[in-house]
């Protein structure tokens, strides 16, 4: 439990140090969203959250000694993060996205991780890479509500735990 919650504050407080200056950097060097149409914000938003997040994952995973055992998930979450970070330097196509989650997702699956839902196991995998496709856009989709992905993923963790 203390090796639990040590991960848990020690990516909390990568989070918590690394958000400012992030911020900073992002407005200072013009990484910014514009307000559109077709998004939530009125005004400018900072984009390169990922980088906090990323070094939060890394930071709790690290400490807890869990990085060896999910070695494959860990990378492949590491990888989604730079294709963000390019998404959010060049403006990646989404078609573009999609064939790198699709792939990483395929490398989890082969790795041995899956969902064992159904009998089948070609099922079963195809529902792990839905899955994890499906989660990684979702949050995504949250992210550009205002902050609302980041209150949702901490409800889906402490019920998880």
Known sequence: MITALSGFFAGLGVSAALV????????????????????WHRTSVPLLGGVSIAMATLAGTLLMGHAAEIAVPLAAAMAVFVAGLVDDLLALKPATKLIIQIALSAAVVYSGYQLYWVESRLLDSLLTMVWLVGLTNAFNLLDNMDGLCAGTALIVACLLY
């Open 20 to 39: 400012p200056v992030i911020k900073w950097v992002a407005f200072r060097t013009g990484v910014v969203a514009h307000p559109r149409n077709d998004r």
